[in-house]
């Protein structure tokens, strides 16, 4: 009964927040929820000099809910899964090799570099920080969150042509952000070796396991489909092989989230679709996912706005945070430059397209889960703080902004 009290507020809170956001606020429902919820957690914490009985709910809800348990391991899957099935497979292989090179070399560069600035910077504040804890960091606010960006791109004109290279991108490497990350978790906590091999090992397990169980999905699902013509066990058969790809995944010790892209990608291409799906099936299938979608989007952006009840905000961590939002955005910038300039005259890439993806590859729920999981060893509240305030800047000043950068760059092209 506790589970379903604390989801039904939840969901309660989404559909309020939500609705003050569509009447009054009128900002993407990403922005619009993040900063309702802000605005909420900010003035319980008011009328708690008064009475604390609303800050204390709050703070029930946030103790209780493991966030990164609940998104990493239940909500992560659905939404990519969502997210991949509107994607365009076809679009998506024309740019399958910069896409490629965004999600794995411009990660790692982008963790390096983020890890290399960190580990200089925090002396300089007056905190000593180990290089493996730096990096870390560097891993777990490198990834752009696909759950934020599918959000913004949907409300802004980014050239079609560049939209599925930050789309596409955002599907893949948080599945390889999150590869990373446990890779350097382990080397940090001891329990695994650093070595090429043993890195190499796991890469290949996580990451090539995980396609392969979404290229095993996906087929399963597909082939069940095309065999009937009942829209409600369509929608039910597309269910269970999310949920079920997702408790296989975890047995298995493979990448769920890189499953659930490819399955998504599988299900919903074209081809697949007009082979298995009659027109009221489609419909109901996309209607389906698009409502599930936009419930776990409104749960989570409402869960980001809370979390702010968790931070241990002392100055020098703020600070840290606001240096790194500079230093997080130049560091995306140069891990995408080279895989652009490789592909930039073959592909035809529109013109001035680092810019519009390093200011809209947005950070969101993802990082904030990485750094909820670290031990305090590993500077959990210095990190955690940094990522909330980096995160937050991404949604709330990136998310109202990249719509704005490129109509200027629009109006600037001759």
């Known amino acids: 009964m506790e589970y379903f009290l604390i989801a039904s507020i939840l969901v309660l809170l989404s559909a309020l927040f939500g609705y003050l956001n569509v009447r009054f606020f009128k900002l993407p429902n990403t922005i619009g929820l993040t900063v309702i919820s802000i605005l909420f957690t ?226 919903g291409a074209t081809e697949a679709r007009s082979a298995a799906m009659s027109e009221m099936t489609e419909t109901y299938v996309d209607k389906f996912w698009e409502l599930v979608d936009i419930l776990l989007n409104t749960i989570l952006f409402v869960l980001i706005g809370m979390e702010i009840l968790v931070l241990d905000f002392e100055n020098q961590y703020i600070i840290a945070g606001l240096i790194m939002i500079p230093i997080t955005l130049i560091c995306r910038y140069l891990s995408l430059s080279l895989p652009i300039k490789i592909f930039e005259k073959p592909l035809e890439f529109s013109p001035n397209t680092n810019l519009i993806m390093t200011w809209g590859g947005l950070r969101g729920a993802i990082s904030i889960a990485l750094a909820l999981s670290l031990t305090e060893a590993m500077f959990r509240d210095l990190f955690l703080v940094m990522t909330y305030v980096v995160v937050i800047f991404s949604i709330i000043g990136q998310g109202l902004t990249v719509d704005t950068l490129i109509g200027k760059l629009k109006k600037s092209r001759p």
């Not at 570099?113 to 870390?136: I, K, R, S």
């Open 42 to 267: 900010l003035a319980a914490f008011g009328l708690s000099y008064f009475d604390n009985s609303l800050l204390q709910a709050e703070k029930y809800i946030i103790t209780h809910i493991d966030f990164k348990t609940v998104l990493l391991d239940l909500m992560l899957g659905f939404l990519l899964f969502a997210g991949a099935l509107h994607t365009d497979l076809d679009k998506l292989k024309k740019h399958r090799w910069p896409v490629l090179f965004f999600a794995t070399f411009g990660v790692l560069v982008s963790t390096f570099l983020v890890g290399a600035v960190t580990y200089l910077l925090l002396p300089v504040l007056g905190m000593d920080v180990p290089f493996v804890y730096c990096l870390l960091f560097g891993a777990l606010i490198s990834p752009t969150d696909p759950i934020a960006v599918l959000g913004i791109l949907k409300k802004v004109g980014a050239p079609k042509n560049l939209e599925i290279k930050i789309v596409g991108e955002s599907l893949f490497n948080d599945g390889v952000g999150v590869v990373i990350f446990l890779t350097i978790f382990g080397i940090a906590n001891g329990t695994e070796a650093f070595s090429v091999v043993e890195i190499g090992k796991l890469f290949v397990v996580e990451g090539l396991g995980g396609v392969l169980l979404g290229l095993v999905l996906g087929f399963i699902t597909f082939r069940m489909m095309r065999s009937i013509d009942d829209y409600a066990i369509e929608v039910i058969i597309s269910l269970a092989a999310v949920m079920g790809g997702i408790v296989l995944a975890q047995y298995l010790h493979v990448s769920g989230p890189l499953a659930m892209v490819t399955a998504g990608l599988l299900v």
